[in-house]
């Protein structure tokens, strides 16, 4: 079993910036592929970052790209998304995600263990 913990959300204006953690059990944290997604109030969960363990690459969501950072640190089994530049629409509760190999990085389906969630909330 992994258990993933989300922490570092909050409340911040517009063109602020945040940092969540997720901090992952488990003693291969450094081969699962990890990512962030977000659920607005009355939207689906959608995909918003990836790092592959393979290689280390990283994938986002077209909402995301340039104003968010994902980060690993295997040393210490977390992983990060900095966000920057945000916006009201990024107002969501952030879930991080572990999945054990390598499949596709979008779908929720793809992922085998789940956190608990971060509120982050954006006023304009």
């Known amino acids: 079993q992994v258990q993933l913990v989300e922490s570092g959300g909050g409340s911040v204006q517009a063109g602020g910036s945040l940092r969540l953690s997720c901090a992952a059990s488990?003693?291969?944290?450094?081969?699962?592929?990890m990512a962030w997604f977000r659920q607005a109030p009355g939207k689906e969960r959608e995909f918003v970052a990836a790092?592959?363990?393979?290689?280390?690459?990283?994938y986002y969501a077209d909402s995301a790209k340039g104003r968010f950072t994902i980060s690993r640190d295997n040393a210490k089994n977390t992983v990060y998304l900095e966000m920057n530049s945000l916006k009201s629409e990024d107002t969501a509760v952030y879930y991080c995600?572990?999945?054990?190999?390598?499949?596709?990085?979008?779908?929720?389906?793809?992922?085998?263990?789940w956190g608990q969630g971060t509120q982050v909330t954006v006023s304009s």
């Open positions: 790092t592959i363990w393979i290689g280390g690459s990283t």
């Open positions: 995600a572990a999945q054990i190999g390598l499949r596709t990085i979008m779908p929720t389906g793809s992922y085998d263990y």
């Open positions: 488990g003693r291969t944290f450094s081969s699962y592929t």
